[in-house]
């Protein structure tokens, strides 16, 4: 599992930056990345909508996607990622979606997380978690998820650039 500064690392080695839509983590993301020394280096900013109206109006997730599907969804999650790279003028964006609990949303269960990455060329990677736990431990690994996915995904594309 990939940590901030690792991933912090591969995105100043790449000449990249990101931003982070963050639902359910609440800021949690954000506070983790600018924790690491040297994080404005990569890190442009990020967007807390944590309400369903807020994805639609600050990211431009469809309306008619958030009718149909409601926030805790793949696509949703893909949407913010992309919403939220456009916002801020970021190469790659993370964003999370998901239950934290105590209660289901959407008809969805607790503990089911969306975490997507939109990168260069309109490119989306999404990752589907099934967390258990606690509501702050659904968050914690959240956190780790996405810094994971984002990690993976800039690892990835150094490894098409380079060779």
């Avoid at 982070?20 to 983590?25: C, F, G, I, R």
């Avoid at 702050?136 to 990690?151: G, N, Q």
Wanted: with cysteine; charged share 20%; hydrophobic share 45%.
């Amino acid at each position: 599992m990939a940590d901030a500064a690792e991933m912090l690392d591969l995105l100043v080695g790449a000449g990249a930056t990101m931003a982070v839509a963050e639902s359910l983590t609440g800021g949690l993301i954000g506070a983790t990345i600018t924790s690491v020394p040297g994080a404005s280096k990569a890190f442009r900013g990020g967007v807390l909508s944590y309400a369903t109206d807020l994805k639609h109006e600050l990211l431009g997730v469809p309306a008619e996607l958030l009718r149909r599907e409601g926030a805790v969804h793949p696509e949703v999650a893909g949407a913010m990622a992309a919403g939220v790279a456009r916002l801020c003028g970021a190469t790659y964006g993370l964003a999370v979606t998901g239950v934290a609990g105590p209660e289901p949303q959407d008809g969805k269960p607790v503990g089911t997380v969306y975490v997507a990455v939109a990168g260069p060329g309109g490119r989306k990677w999404t990752r589907e978690l099934r967390l258990e736990g606690s509501r702050e431990r659904i968050r914690v690994e959240t956190v780790d998820e996405a810094v994971d996915l984002l990690s993976g995904v800039v690892k990835a594309n150094i490894g098409e650039h380079s060779g």
